[in-house]
Nanobody
């Protein structure tokens, strides 16, 4: 079992930055790909970014966040990060961290095995 806890959400004005952290405990290690997803009210959970277990490769959702968000991980600290810059009101959502029992990431939420409780990000105009 893997437990995930997200930190770093909050309220920010458009153009601002936030850094989300996700700390993993339990049977952790670099064998898990990690992903960030978000869900706005009334919408489906959406892929944001993912990173391989080794941290050597990452992927971002097309168009919406690429160039503004950066995913990274520190396996020594069992932590994955999502640096979010140039935030927009449409980035407002609950952000979830997820772990997949594979070194390789996928974009579908159903491909992930463990989830955090989520952290709220609110961007005002």
């Amino acid at each position: 079992q893997v437990q995930l806890v997200e930190f770093g959400g909050g309220s920010v004005q458009a153009g601002g930055s936030l850094r989300l952290s996700c700390v993993a405990s339990g049977r952790t290690g670099n064998n898990y790909a990690m992903g960030w997803f978000r869900q706005a009210p009334g919408k489906e959970r959406q892929f944001v970014a993912a990173i391989t277990g080794s941290g050597r490769s990452s992927r971002y959702s097309a168009d919406s966040v690429k160039g503004r968000f950066t995913i990274s991980r520190d396996n020594a600290k069992n932590t994955v990060y999502l640096q979010m810059n140039s935030l927009k009101p449409e980035d407002t959502a609950v952000y979830y961290c997820a772990a997949r029992r594979s070194n390789y990431y996928r974009e579908g939420p159903d491909e992930y095995d463990y989830w955090g409780q989520g952290t709220q990000v609110t961007v005002s105009s």
